[in-house]
């Protein structure tokens, strides 16, 4: 029952697909013309990381600058810890440095890079300290918490921040829910499903479609 | 099952998949057009989800990772180093490190899968036209296959019985001294013959095998420097091509 729903889903998905295709590869253009903060961000992130790609480590020292602060955060939400997130953050720092000459513009915007790399390492280090268990039960207990990070109030004079907040509230209370555990508390998908007392395939089903949605509104805010 | 591994593609653009179900819903990319759009997007939409955590590290990161960083050598950029050890009588095996496939595919290994290959298989814009590199990962009959490597990293083979040539992407072995050699065999029946060997205490390459003929399995295995004759066994990694 649930493939047939995911069937007719896909069928739409290929129609919108085909139109967009070259919006990936397009996007450093289309966020060149906006107007503030991480969107300026984005822009030279790009370049300098292209350029710490050469070798050239002045443009890595002020790549730093920009996105370190992602990279710490990440690491710091998933891992809620600050000794731990110092030291991850270092590793993916250093590792972006390494392999800065990988980076090809057309793969995606270099905040999505960095963003994955950070993400991807956080994940993989919170799932295999020995903390996990503890960390499980602080999260389970605040699963049904707004996930607004405190940290974020500093920060929330960036437009871009308002629209992820914004377009978050469009998804519903289990997207939301689904969404944000997995990523913000570095869950897997069935984890979450034990969190939330939900079913496996539907927590499967939410997590695609509220990105999906999220997506949606976040190109409908550009 | 493969309704299966397409649901997951939201799980996978959080992270939030196993290494197991990653790796297939990144094999799985490779071969679903409208599910690698999608996931391209998915995973851009995930990123911003960053968007909120900004926090400013401790001033002592910077410094720890500027000296790092200093000190560290970088992967090099996709170009050729030292040519591979040719072996008189063996199949033709050019092997390429092209400018662009290489370096996305090398993206590909380092942590975004399989996927990277797939947005290469997509760059309508790029210059691939003219490498065989890329008609591999365009040919209309092109498959993949990929398995994991015995001690880590992985083997990843795209091929097109149409044009009889594969490339084999090998990404992040378990590391080895200068003294060794990770080497490439294609199986059939006949036994098994050099696809190539990759420079001593490399464990990354990216290769473009021509002449596949009736090969069942690309085998992978750890020989000395310049590599063998015969492989020895056992292979790290086997790889069976449907025929």
């Known amino acids: 029952m649930r493939t047939a729903k995911l069937v007719v889903r896909r069928a739409g998905m290929e129609n919108a697909q085909c139109t967009h295709t070259p919006r990936t590869s397009g996007r450093p253009v289309r966020t060149r013309g906006a107007p503030v903060g991480a969107v300026v961000d984005t822009v030279s992130a790009e370049t300098l990381l292209l350029r710490s790609g050469r070798g050239e480590h002045d443009a890595f020292t002020e790549l730093y600058g920009l996105v370190s602060p992602r990279v710490y955060g990440i690491c710091l939400r998933v891992l809620r810890d600050r000794a731990q997130s110092e030291e991850v953050a270092q590793e993916v720092l250093v590792e972006i440095w390494r392999t800065a000459s990988r980076y090809d513009e057309r793969l995606g915007s270099a905040t999505s890079w960095v963003a994955t790399i950070a993400h991807r390492r956080a994940v993989d280090r919170v799932r295999s300290s020995q903390a996990a268990g503890d960390r499980e039960r602080r999260a389970a207990a605040e699963a049904t918490v707004a996930p607004v990070d405190p940290v974020a109030d500093a920060a929330e004079r960036r437009l871009e921040h308002r629209q992820v907040r914004r377009c978050l509230k469009t998804l519903t209370d289990l ?48 | 099952m493969s309704d299966d591994v ?7 653009a959080v992270d939030a998949v196993d290494d197991d179900e990653r790796r297939r819903v990144e094999a799985h990319l490779l071969e679903c057009e409208s599910c690698a759009a999608e996931a391209v997007e998915l995973r851009e939409a995930a990123g911003r989800l960053s968007d909120v955590l900004l926090t400013d590290p401790p001033p002592e990161l910077r410094d720890r990772v500027l000296a790092a960083t200093s000190r560290t050598g970088q992967e090099a950029a996709p170009a050729p180093r030292r040519r591979p050890a040719r072996r008189p009588g063996t199949l033709r095996v050019p092997r390429r490190r092209l400018a662009l496939g290489a370096a996305a595919l090398a993206l590909a290994a380092a942590f975004a899968g399989v996927f990277a290959t797939w947005q290469v298989m997509r760059s309508t814009d790029a210059p691939l036209a003219e490498s065989e590199m890329a008609a591999v990962l365009e040919a209309p009959d092109a498959d993949v296959a990929v398995q994991r490597a015995e001690g880590g990293g992985r083997v990843t083979v795209v091929f ?36 190539g060997v990759m420079d001593p205490g490399d464990s990354s390459a990216t290769m473009l095998v021509d002449g596949l003929g009736d090969t069942e399995i690309v085998g992978l295995t750890n020989e000395p420097a310049g590599g063998s004759d015969q492989p020895t066994e056992p292979m790290i990694a086997d790889l069976a091509l449907p025929a």
């Open chain 2, 6 to 12: 397409h649901s997951l593609i939201g799980a996978w």
């Open chain 2, 160 to 195: 097109s019985a149409e044009l009889d040539q594969a490339v084999v992407v090998v990404s992040d072995l378990a590391e080895i001294g200068d003294d060794r050699s990770y080497q490439v065999w294609l199986v059939d029946e006949a036994g098994q013959t050099s696809a």
């Open chain 1, 175 to 222: 997207q939301h829910r689904a969404v944000t555990l997995a990523y913000y508390g570095g869950y897997t998908y069935r984890q979450v499903a034990a969190l939330l007392d939900t079913a496996v395939p539907t927590v499967k089903t939410r997590i695609r479609d509220g990105l999906g949605k999220l997506r949606d509104c976040l190109e409908a805010s550009r």
